[in-house]
């Protein structure tokens, strides 16, 4: 019997030395006071009912804004000789791209020299009939056909020159070369000709592509069951591998009405200036998009939240002697913001910076 209450007493001792060896948040908080130099180092925020914002994670790809590009398409049919730039490189206004030799400008130069000449002799016809026809030696007829005969030259002569000017203007000459020149000043986004290469004019297909880059559009993918989530206005946080510390800020700018048939996602496109030139076409890139629902919530800044044995609590700073531990049930953190489902209202103040050291003096033993 007296072992038995021995080993009972040896029990409650260990129990004892076991709960004192592990410090424990408490209900009644020990009284801690701020003092003047703690007072400088620690932050107390005001708790407050906001909108519940939401956040749906994507993948996206950085692309040309195709508003500001402009391609350039052959003029005539014919061979590469020369490509003065490479791609990425940026170009101004009338730069000459690449150097081309075509049969269709030597033809048409051919042709201006043939329209020329019915054009002048024409002009003569004209001139000696017309002479003839006032000094009563010939017919009005013979002046009226002769008339008619110089206004087709005329016609035919300016068609040719109208073809020159449209298949390259000043940029061609008679031997059948034609310079490629950049219609606008931006950089080379996309090049698809080579020295050597010949040139079809019913080639689909651009030579160049020029872009000023000043903007560009990211379009990132939504899976079937978050369509829902996204909508024309809400926000959006771009980040890229390139520069993983810089977040690029946006907005939705479009949604597309379909599925891609191939992946089955939907498109949505964010509109971003690109000032710094930093955002390249074909990056990848990871897309936050940020909207604010109906719900409401009391919230508080994350880092007055404290995680401690499976619980989160706060420090409520009442006054500078006046502080209390109290647990709160958390429902989410988004954008460093954490929204209380319980154990707050709005209009408690929090110790949000440095908190855990008034924590630790208020709860520990």
Known sequence: MKRETLLSGISALLLLAACKGKPQPVAENKQVCVSDSMAKIITIDTA??????????????VSNDENNVVKVFPFSSGQILDVKVSLGDKVTKGQTLAIMRSADVAGNYTDLTATKSDLAISKRQLEQAEYLYKNGISSERDYTEAKENYNKA??????IQQQIAINGGGNTNPGGTLIIRAPETGYVVEKNV???SFIRQDNNGSMFTISNMKDVWIWANVFESDISKVKTGYSAKV??????????????????????PDNKVMKIKVVLPNTDMLLKPEMFTNVVITNNDAATSVSVP???VIFDSSKNFVVVYNSKCDLKVREVSVIKTVDDITYIASGLNAGDKVISKNGLLLYDALAGD
């Open 239 to 260: 980040t890229t591998l390139a520069y993983p510390g810089k977040v690029f800020d946006g907005k939705i700018d479009a949604v597309s009405s379909v599925l891609d």
């Open 194 to 196: 080579t020295t050597g």
């Open 48 to 61: 407050k009912t906001t909108a519940i914002k939401n956040e749906l994670t994507l993948s996206g790809e």
């Open 302 to 304: 994350a880092k007055a």
């Open 154 to 159: 005329e016609a035919a002569n300016h068609k």
